[in-house]
C-alpha cells in the first residue's frame, strides 16, 4: 500500500463518519468519475476491502509518525479488528 491510498482511505472514510455521504458506493462512484481512480479497482473503498482493513492498518500504523492525516479512522480501526469491510457484502 502506498501513503497516498491510506490518505485517500482515511479522508474517504471521514466523509461518511460526518455524514457527508451515506455509503461507501457514492465515495467509490465520485472518485472514480471525478478524480480518475482507476475503474478496474471499484473505487476507493472497493480497492480497501481488496486490500482488508487490517492490512490498511498495519500500514497506518507504520506512516502515524508523519503526523495525524496518516493515522487510521475510527471505522478502519473497527473493521480491521472485526474482519469486515466498507462494502457489508
Do not use: C, N
Request: charged residues 15%; aromatic residues 8%; proline residues 7%.
Amino acid at each position: 500500500m502506498t501513503i497516498t491510498g491510506g490518505t485517500f482511505v482515511s479522508s474517504s472514510d471521514s466523509a461518511i463518519l460526518s455524514d457527508q455521504v451515506t455509503a461507501p458506493v457514492e465515495v467509490d462512484i465520485a472518485l472514480v468519475y471525478g478524480l480518475g481512480f482507476p475503474p478496474f479497482r471499484g473505487g476507493i473503498f472497493r480497492w480497501a476491502d481488496a486490500t482488508t482493513p487490517a492490512s490498511l492498518m498495519k500500514a497506518a500504523e507504520k506512516h502515524r509518525a508523519l503526523g495525524p492525516l496518516y493515522a487510521p479512522t475510527r471505522q478502519l480501526t473497527t473493521l480491521a479488528g472485526s474482519g469486515q469491510g466498507f462494502h457489508a457484502e
